[in-house]
């Protein structure tokens, strides 16, 4: 009962005045609804319900019986849900303009359809029998466009009044309701409005304009906005008014539809006349109200940041109207489950089988992987010695006799022994001599080295995976910090940078945005550094990270926005829209000052992401939305972010060198972007080389040799000594690479390297 105590006591504080729309007589039994808000620990939604009775008797006792309440979730069909409980009434006093400093603004339909007269004459009679009454007057019209208000002297009204004339144009309501509104956003005092209207809204084109016509919901939405500094009286005002009720969807039925968004209930909707709760507020009665707070079951206790409506009728009333809340809370990546206690202990628990994750992802890759791969090369190279009579083949470094039957490895010049093979790290001996020009060592010499780190063949795929999956525990990690300490001063933080109601979520959006960004990023840049033969820099990784959690921040931020906004239907489309902008940002990011070609980098973000949404969607489809699916999501995600953007990134990919030695530094690096933008790769010692040569090898100069681009063929241009396939290439000779081709940069030097060409 703690948190209903203290919504109760948050009420009484804030001293909330107001009664019930005053439509017919003043004293008309109602029940309307103000607002809604999740009760996270008790698991039910708490709407607040105002009530009077017969002849302004206070309800002191509302019954689940006497209210019929719906939930309507998104676009989905509004669903009847039950009711938990009602909790006792609290007694207050409402608006009155003797005591209250309020601003009064009447604005008034001045197209040439609207009765303006008629208009005029109620503003005029009104402000001859109340001239008494505390507050700023002003007049205000509208037509196609709003005019600048006008100040009114409630002693003399027709100064002002004498000025307003009927305009062209027809009638954009909500337009201007929606300036007028939002003006008030940041006003002291109490805000008083009369609207006097036929309730039609003709929109004028919006071609040439960068947004569209704004719709009834987002005039009841800047309603709400306003909360209790707001009282609202409608008057309908044109064309013939009619006694019978206002049909459902008609011009009018907005007007009547409006004071309802508003949580006090002094103010009320008339036709061709004030409505009777004006003069609750400006005469000398005074009206109490009760406010109840009703408890019901949602029918998703999971929130998603979907719009929730709850409307809400008397049930002993046939003619009752229908009054409305809505709210909305968490988001598709970080949905809210109310009804559940989350501690900031329960973080440990997933933050342990991440790290089980990650590290079991490890020990898979270092240590079994490795015993597959050697079980598959035995399979495919490995063949019993057979023996021939008067011939004696020798081990080629222990040179001992190889006896007949001993497990040797057929894809290098000679007979080598299993046992030799693997002594020599898993490749021929002598490698790479044995390829230069050799048909019968095929350029099979090398085997795949099998540590895990050695970024060579699968082992570079591998390590895409596991970087990426670390990327996503790394995120997790980060958001286990910063959220980790439990929701309070978040929604602290949300409430005092924003009034928006669902900031908290916003900036909860926004944070696992930028967590999930910066970890991903990280790491994915240090592994882009790591395939590159250049100097790893961390300035480099440093920018690449901050660009990505920063991109990542208004991808995520913004695609709820999108939702907020209406832009989108589904948290699963702006979902689907925030990890396809951070997919491309990625991509985009990791191509800074580096050999991946831009729009490659680009395609693979695109595809990574939409992949990556797709993963996560479906875990939380299947295995939930608590703490421990949360942290596998990320880890999946962020290993097939890795996975598919080195896939995309290497299928297109068309030139490479290739390091053969010294064995130990093999990999393959992409010259493509380089040779595309008419750049002079260099080949040396230098850290500042496109191919770094950065073991010690003193036949190799700082600045060694270029490659570069010319009329679609690739030109070698030595510095020093250079060999291809076995030959001197001498002086300044431009020679053409072929792909495949062999270079050595040295007769004496150990560093030899292969072009390829797709």
Known sequence: M????????????????????????????????????????????????????????????????????????????????SIVRVTDSLVYDTLNMNRDSVDVLFLVDASRDAQL?????????????????????????????????????????????????????????????????????KASNKQLIFLFSGGANVAPDYTDRPRLPPQAEHVYRAVEALGNKLYLFTITNTGAISSGPEAEGAPGDFLRQLPLKTPVGDDGHARGSLPDGVEQVFGGGRRVATSHLVMV?????????????????????????????????????????????????????????????????????????????????????????????????????TREPIRDGDPVVNICSMVVP?????????????????????????????????????????????????????????????????????????????????????????LREAVIGACFGLGMTLMLAIMEERSQSRRISVRRILLRTLLGGLAATIAFGGGFLLLEWELVASPIVSAAISWTVFGVALGFVLTLRSTIERKRGLLGGLISGAIGFVVYWLSQKFLGTDLIPKVISLLISGAL??????????????????????????????????????????IGTQPGCQVYIKWPDENVLPEHARIKLEGGR???????????????????KRVQLQSGDTLQLGRRSTTQMRFWER
């Not at 609804?33 to 607040?48: E, N, Y």
């Open 2 to 81: 703690k948190p209903l105590a203290g919504l109760l006591g948050l009420l009484f504080l804030v001293g909330m005045p107001g009664g019930l729309p005053a439509q017919g007589s003043p004293c008309e039994p109602q029940i309307q609804l103000v607002s809604a808000t999740a009760d996270r620990q008790a698991g039910f939604v708490a709407l607040q319900v105002l009530a009077r009775g017969l002849d302004c008797d206070v309800i002191e006792q509302l019954e689940a019986g006497d209210l019929h309440i719906s939930e309507r979730i998104g676009n989905q069909a509004p669903q009847t849900i």
């Open 117 to 185: 007269s008629a208009s005029l004459d109620m503003i005029q009679t009104f402000l001859e029998r109340h001239n008494n009454a505390r507050g700023n007057y002003q007049v205000q019209v509208f037509s196609d466009k709003i005019e600048p208000p006008i100040p009114i002297d409630p002693a003399r009204p027709m100064d002002a009044l004498r000025s307003v004339k009927t305009r062209s144009g027809q009638p954009h309501l909500y337009a201007a309701l929606l300036s007028v509104l939002q003006g008030r956003e």
């Open 297 to 397: 079951k949602p029918q998703d206790l999971v929130f998603t940041g979907r719009l929730r409506q709850y409307g809400l009728v008397d049930a002993h009333r046939a003619d009752a109207d229908t009054s409305y809340a809505t709210f909305s809370m968490g988001s598709f990546n970080d949905p809210v489950r109310i009804g559940e206690l989350r501690q900031a202990v329960s973080w440990f628990g997933p933050t342990l089988f991440g790290l089980l994750g990650v590290g079991g992802l490890l020990a898979v890759f270092y240590f079994v992987v490795p015993q597959i791969r050697r079980r598959q090369f035995r399979h495919d190279h490995v063949v019993p010695y057979a023996s021939q009579p008067g011939r004696q083949v020798l081990d080629p470094m």
């Open 418 to 506: 299993l046992q030799t093979w693997k002594d020599c790290g898993d490749q021929c001996p002598h490698y790479p001599g044995c390829t230069n020009n050799n048909l019968q060592c095929s350029g099979a010499g090398r085997g795949q080295s099998l540590n895990f780190f050695a970024l060579h063949g699968v082992n570079r795929r591998l390590n895409w995976i596991w970087f990426g999956a670390l990327g996503g525990f790394s995120g997790w990690v980060l958001y286990a910090l910063i959220a980790g300490a439990g929701r309070n001063w978040l929604a602290t933080a949300a409430g005092n940078l924003s009034a928006y109601q669902n900031a908290e979520s916003l």
């Open 641 to 682: 972010l890795g996975l598919v953007l080195d896939t995309v990134v290497k299928l297109a990919e068309n030139y490479e060198i290739e390091y053969i030695s010294p064995a130990n530094y093999y990999r393959k690096v992409p010259l493509s972007k380089w040779l595309k933008s008419s750049w002079d790769i260099l």
């Open 714 to 732: 690739v030109y070698l241009y030595p510095q020093g000594e250079t060999l291809v396939n076995g030959e001197i290439i001498h002086g300044q």
